[in-house]
Nanobody, 125 residues
Framework: QVQLVESGGGSVQTGGSLRLSCAAS??????MAWFRQAPGKEREAVVS????????WYASSVQGRFTISQDNAKNTLFLQMNSLKPEDSGMYYC????????????????????WGQGTQVTVSS
């Protein structure tokens, strides 16, 4: 099982930007995603990517503001977050799973085998 380590979280004001990173210990899984969870709310998928082709899915709430990218040479996944809003606040988790192309992108948390420890994002108004 690969280990995932997120970084890049922090506190910004509304309209600011952050870039999250997710470093995998061994290799890049075929299907990776970013989830987030705000206090008192369920974990939700933000974006998912089939790393072999770059096919992506974005939550409608972040479409046009967030961009996922990858550096396969470094086994690292990135999430560029622009025009941040207070409702984007929460703990952001990186997830990875070995899925076939027909099953990825995927917004179901249960299909992912590996999870990072999370990085906190706080957006103040």
């Amino acid at each position: 099982q690969v280990q995932l380590v997120e970084s890049g979280g922090g506190s910004v004001q509304t309209g600011g930007s952050l870039r999250l990173s997710c470093a995998a210990s061994k290799y890049t899984y075929s299907c990776m995603a970013w989830f987030r969870q705000a206090p008192g709310k369920e974990r939700e998928a933000v974006v998912s990517i089939y790393t072999r082709t770059g096919s992506t899915w974005y939550a409608s709430s972040v479409q046009g503001r967030f961009t996922i990218s990858q550096d396969n040479a470094k086994n690292t996944l990135f999430l560029q977050m622009n025009s941040l809003k207070p409702e984007d606040s929460g703990m952001y988790y990186c997830a990875a799973g070995a899925l076939n192309p027909g099953y990825c992108p995927n917004i179901i948390s249960g299909v992912y085998d590996s999870w990072g420890q999370g990085t906190q994002v706080t957006v103040s108004s």
